[in-house]
């Protein structure tokens, strides 16, 4: 027996330093290369081929033989114990139908209606799938033993199988169907002309991102992939959309992929802006979805694949050699929020050239991209942190002359030249404090989503069940655990400091002198008080 123990202690112990042998590998490895594979192709963007019918069907390109291609999905066709009724959408990596259970097949499923993605048959790919999959059915099961707080806005997971393909496999997810995407909310507001939501449907949509994090941080994981596309809003009865059949466009095909194709695509709901109406503080309940860039809070990320919009990404994310943390969701998160609540995109990069017509050609490269966005960045936030402006220098982003820039930046303005027409100086006020605290330049003093749920801001919107879920927050988020938290942020940073410098030693500029005395910079790198953010914000909007 005292065998057996011992030997179960070996093996966990052994598995322990294999898994973190396996992270460190994969981290230095990464590190070397800083290596990322750009997917982003369709969603966020103009799409680049359009199908004459709608720019929103996936295109013809994904189907075909050979690896990373769709499985060609028809409607009434069988999926594992599935029938397929409608589509959903479709992503970089997948395809999602809403199906019914076939008959005869039983299930005790939690919920109503349920959706299956259908991923890519790339061996790669199907490793995040699985990933995915498992880390959402393991989260299903998890319980913090306090509530639950914020579980509720994670999509659920139940089941996957495989569907084999003509080139391999395709990993099936089944979970549950939600609604249409916030992004789909977007469009509706910008169509009608209001351009933004309801200041007080934003705050509520960005408290439920907001508390799905915290839930989601606490487990052990980060989203790293947050954007109007992977946040469904929940619909009573939902069905998808319009249904319609498109035949395939043959001229964009190549001729040795037409028999791999399936013979119409289905458009989804996101077509169709007519069906719906904006949304309620009544009705708004947003999930996050599509957790295939998840990873672990305290494993070095895996950058290879990225699909979020460049604009919504975090300076650390853009920097070489830069630790990534949870804090990048809590950027995404701030950005979404940005865009619900004034209808401006924070910070918009263009990820594609444009010709002389104004039509968009071929991908922009990453560099040229991050030169613009990083500009953009210090405009709005004003002067990063020494070791950031280091890390800028030996990046190759653009010079910046340091000097012309306010170290509290330009997001005061921004605001108020954004803001709704009814929100009121003291709620601007709140709103840039909120959003100070969530674009904290460095990732190690930027808020928390447990902190950021407590914020002022959400005042309004809080019903007695989340007033008493925060009371029960604060006292565990005290002055203390919030000092350990930021020492061990800092100790764990050490080494990617460390290497960063060993890789390139460049002389840098001088530090401008603003930097450190200046009242807004204090700020904005979370070094301040509480009590001093407010009297900054206080200043800037004349507020007693
Ligand atoms: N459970 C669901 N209920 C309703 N719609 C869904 C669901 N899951 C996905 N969708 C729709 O399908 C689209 C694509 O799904 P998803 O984002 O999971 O695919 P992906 O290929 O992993 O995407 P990405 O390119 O962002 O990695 C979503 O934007 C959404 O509109």
Request: positive net charge; glycine residues 6%; contains cysteine.
């Amino acid at each position: 027996m005292a065998n057996s123990v011992q030997e179960e202690c070996c093996t966990g112990i052994s598995n322990g330093l294999r898994r973190q042998a396996r992270s460190l590998w994969e981290a230095a490895f990464e590190f070397r290369n800083n290596k990322e594979i750009d997917f982003s192709y369709s969603k966020c963007d103009p799409h680049p081929f359009p199908h004459p019918e709608s720019d929103r069907l996936e295109h013809c390109y994904k189907y075909g033989k050979g690896s990373g291609k769709f499985y060609p999905v028809l409607l009434e066709q069988k999926l594992g114990d599935y029938v397929v009724k409608a589509k959903l959408g479709h992503g970089n990596f997948a395809s999602v139908w809403q199906c019914v259970l076939d008959e005869g097949k039983e299930r005790d499923l939690p919920y109503e209606s349920v959706a299956v993605k259908v991923c890519t048959n790339s061996k790669k790919d199907s490793q995040d799938d699985v990933t995915e999959a498992k880390v959402l059915m393991k989260l299903g099961k998890r319980s913090d033993g306090n509530g639950d707080f914020g579980k509720k806005h994670l999509q659920k997971v139940d089941e996957c199988f495989r569907v084999p393909g003509y080139s391999g496999d395709h990993f099936c997810i089944v979970g549950e169907a939600i609604g249409p995407s916030l992004d789909y909310y977007l469009n509706l507001v910008e169509k009608q002309g209001l351009g933004h939501f309801d200041t007080e449907v934003s705050k509520k949509v960005t408290f439920q991102l907001l508390s799905s994090a915290t839930w989601l941080h606490k487990a052990g994981y980060g989203h790293g992939d947050i954007h109007p596309h992977n946040i469904l809003m929940k619909e009573m009865g939902f069905k998808a959309g319009t249904n319609a059949k498109r035949p395939i466009c043959i001229q964009n095909t190549k001729p040795e992929d037409v028999p791999y194709m399936p013979p119409y695509l289905v458009s989804c709901i996101d077509d169709d802006l007519t069906v719906r109406t904006p949304l309620t503080v009544e009705n708004c309940d947003a999930r996050l979805a599509d957790f295939g860039q998840t990873f672990k809070k305290n494993h070095p990320r895996r950058l290879y694949k990225m699909t979020t919009p460049k604009g919504n990404r975090s300076p650390e994310w853009v920097l070489k050699h830069t630790p990534i943390t949870i804090g990048i969701d809590i950027w995404s998160i701030a950005c979404i929020a940005y865009r619900m609540t004034t209808g401006k995109h924070l910070m918009f990069v263009e990820e594609r050239y444009k010709d002389e017509e104004g039509k968009y050609t071929q991908k922009r490269t990453k560099a040229d991209i991050n030169n613009d966005h990083m500009p953009m960045m210090a405009e709005l936030l004003g002067t990063p942190p020494a070791w950031m402006i280091r890390k800028w220098d030996i990046s190759g982003l653009p010079k910046m002359d340091w000097k012309s820039i306010t170290p509290e930046g330009a997001l005061h303005e921004r605001i108020m030249q954004d803001r709704p027409a009814n929100m009121t100086n003291a709620q601007a006020a709140l709103f840039e404090d909120f959003m100070r605290q969530a674009l904290t330049w460095d990732y190690r003093y930027r808020a928390t989503a447990a902190e950021l749920i407590q914020h002022d801001w959400f005042k309004s919107i809080l019903s007695e069940k989340d007033k008493l879920h925060l009371e029960k927050l604060a006292k565990s988020t005290s002055r203390c655990s919030k000092a350990f938290t930021k020492i061990t942020n800092e100790v764990k940073s050490w080494p990617g400091r460390l290497m960063s410098l060993c890789i390139k030693k460049k002389e840098y500029e001088s530090q401008p002198d603003t930097e450190v005395k200046a009242l807004g910079s204090r700020l904005i790198q979370g070094t301040s008080s509480e009590e001093t953010n407010k009297h900054f914000i206080a200043k800037a909007f004349q507020i007693d």
